[in-house]
């Protein structure tokens, strides 16, 4: 029960930060995503919606950082590599 408990928690805390950061509260994102990461550090989706939502506020840093976690979790995952490669063209 506990197990499947923490499954559904992750689950909707993913959809709540996949929400907020459709409608632009990257900071709301961060906090769902920081919530999940901190159960699970390991979420690849954690951590690229987290990634992205730096990236957005364009916190360069901080975006590369969790993008490449998450991309060396999850390599062939073409969304991740394409962050990863437009957070690299920032500064």
């Known amino acids: 029960y506990a197990a499947r408990k923490l499954e559904c928690t992750e689950k909707s805390k993913l959809n709540l930060a996949a929400c907020r950061i459709k409608l632009g509260d990257y900071v709301g994102c961060i906090a ?3 919530e999940i990461l901190n159960v699970a550090p390991n979420s690849v989706k954690a951590l690229y919606r987290c990634g992205m939502a730096h990236m957005l506020m ?3 840093e901080s975006a590369r950082t969790l993008l490449a976690r998450a991309s060396s ?3 062939s995952e073409r969304a991740i590599q ?3 490669r ?3 063209t920032k500064q």
């Open 32 to 34: 769902a995503c920081n």
């Open 58 to 60: 364009q916190d360069y």
């Open 82 to 84: 394409q962050a990863v």
């Open 86 to 88: 437009e957070c690299a």
């Open 73 to 75: 979790m999850e390599p």
